[in-house]
């Protein structure tokens, strides 16, 4: 299995903050890189795939790049309903395999 | 526009079978992938397995054994089954559309249904 890991696993910051997460994973996965939000109590949200192509209806502030092992998901200006549990996904092979989270709280 | 909807026993004894249903309203079934993610409370998110409307599966290797996914198109919808479940298979049960392509994901998802393995 292509294990994904997270980092930080939390992390504060305030409103109108540049936030980037960073997602590695243990073989090279090419672009097969997905990004969901999930707020407490909710269904995770796709907002990124294939690394860096936004999904409709996701704001522009969310951005995502990368190729390989290492991709970052980068929020350019937080707002209020940003403050999430984001976790990222590969496509690569199976089994699908998820990153364990990255908690953004407000600071 | 198109919803999914999980439906199921919200409590399982140990040792018997969880299944479940994703009712999807508001567009086909026929011609997508349909998936089923878990995840423990508390904890992330777990991949169990992907269905074509034609009946074509792949499952977790993790939970292979135990695993049936099934559809059935004349009532738009696609169902879950795990046999011999334990307490570690307590966890939110989400299905959720597959987007394929190059890229595949998972690009629509129901709100879940919680399970718990429990005498």
């Known amino acids: 299995d292509i294990q994904m890991t997270q980092s930080p696993s939390s992390l504060s910051a305030s409103v109108g903050d540049r936030v980037t997460i960073t997602c590695r994973a243990s073989?090279?996965?090419?672009?097969?890189l997905n990004w969901y939000q999930q707020k407490p109590g909710k269904a995770p949200k796709l907002l990124i795939y294939?690394?860096?192509s936004l999904q409709s209806g996701v704001p522009s502030r969310f951005s995502g790049s990368g190729s390989g092992t290492d991709f970052t998901l980068t929020i350019s200006s937080l707002q209020p309903e940003d403050f999430a549990t984001y976790y990222c996904?590969?496509?690569?092979?199976?089994?699908?395999?998820f990153g364990q989270g990255t908690k953004l709280e407000i600071k | 526009q198109v919803q999914l909807q999980e439906s199921g026993p919200g409590l399982v004894k140990p040792s018997e079978t969880l299944s479940l249903s994703c009712s999807v309203s508001?567009?086909?079934?026929?011609?997508?992938?349909w998936s089923w993610i878990r995840q423990p409370p508390g904890k992330g998110l777990e991949w169990i397995g992907y269905i074509y409307s034609s009946g074509s599966t792949n499952y977790s290797p993790s939970l292979k054994s135990r695993v049936t996914l099934s559809v059935d198109t004349s009532k738009n919808q696609f169902s879950l089954k795990l046999r011999s479940v334990t307490a570690a298979d307590t966890a939110e049960y989400y299905c959720?559309?597959?987007?394929?392509?190059?890229?595949?994901?998972?690009?629509?998802w129901g709100r879940g249904t919680l399970v718990t393995v429990s005498s």
């Open positions: 294939a690394a860096s």
């Open positions: 073989q090279s996965i090419a672009s097969y």
């Open positions: 959720a559309r597959v987007a394929v392509g190059t890229y595949w994901h998972f690009d629509l």
């Open positions: 508001g567009g086909p079934i026929n011609n997508y992938y």
């Open positions: 996904q590969q496509s690569y092979s199976i089994p699908y395999t």
